[in-house]
T-cell receptor, first 115, second 117 residues
Framework: AQTVTQSQPEMSVQEAETVTLSCTYDTSESNYYLFWYKQPPSRQMILVIRQEAYKQQNATENRFSVNFQKAAKSFSLKISDSQLGDTAMYFCAFFSQGGSEKLVFGKGTKLTVNP | GAVVSQHPSWVICKSGTSVKIECRSLDFQATTMFWYRQFPKQSLMLMAT?????????EQGVEKDKFLINHASLTLSTLTVTSAHPEDSSFYICSAINLGQGGYGYTFGSGTRLTVV
């Protein structure tokens, strides 16, 4: 079974600085997707970034980028120029096309951006 | 972009009554929807997978007679909490698979906060 591990329950960063959230996963599948979701205090789940496993190039979305290390099964999220609005829970998630279509979530990292 | 509408946003009900939560995909067809439960400061816990026109698949430990799921159309799935008790109080979230231009994606509803008194 696939598992997703986020080893940092809480992190904090100063506004305008850069922070990296860690995520590792375990799978025997070769075709899969990895996601980072943000859950602000409103509790709406918001997709931050997505990475297809077959793509070697790391995904980027404005201030958000990932470091995808397939061999190491690592998928970290880097937030540049942190903003107060980035304060939220961040969940790493895994999906396999050959599986049950379920999203497997990590336990989350609570990120606080301080002014 | 893909939108999933979830209603109600919050509901308070008396112990022993039933509550229905709706999840609608507004601009795409969702053959598969998922229902999650989230406790404070925890991750999302998958309760069941809802498939249009067939019975839902429940995760281990989830009582299918208490959490009734109906997926009667390609755009609507409902979760009914039957004979609700205070321990059923929680945040419930639905999601749907959306095959957009970028490939697989999941779109989430805004969640329902259920309080049973």
């Amino acid at each position: 079974a696939q598992t997703v591990t986020q080893s940092q329950p809480e992190m904090s960063v100063q506004e305008a600085e850069t922070v990296t959230l860690s995520c590792t996963y375990d799978t025997s599948e070769s075709n899969y997707y990895l996601f980072w979701y943000k859950q602000p205090p409103s509790r709406q789940m918001i997709l931050v970034i997505r990475q297809e496993a077959y793509k070697q190039q790391n995904a980027t979305e404005n201030r958000f980028s990932v470091n995808f290390q397939k061999a190491a099964k690592s998928f970290s999220l880097k937030i540049s120029d942190s903003q107060l609005g980035d304060t939220a829970m961040y969940f790493c998630a895994f999906f396999s096309q050959g599986g049950s279509e379920k999203l497997v979530f990590g336990k989350g990292t609570k990120l606080t951006v301080n002014p | 972009g893909a939108v999933v509408s979830q209603h109600p946003s919050w509901v308070i009900c008396k112990s022993g009554t039933s509550v229905k939560i709706e999840c609608r995909s507004l601009d795409f067809q969702a053959t598969t929807m998922f229902w999650y439960r989230q406790f404070p400061k925890q991750s999302l816990m998958l309760m069941a997978t809802s498939n249009e026109g067939s019975k839902a698949t429940y995760e281990q430990g989830v009582e299918k007679d208490k959490f009734l799921i109906n997926h009667a159309s390609l755009t609507l799935s409902t979760l009914t909490v039957t004979s609700a008790h205070p321990e059923d109080s929680s945040f419930y979230i639905c999601s749907a698979i959306n095959l957009g231009q970028g490939g697989y994606g999941y779109t989430f509803g805004s969640g329902t906060r259920l309080t049973v008194v």
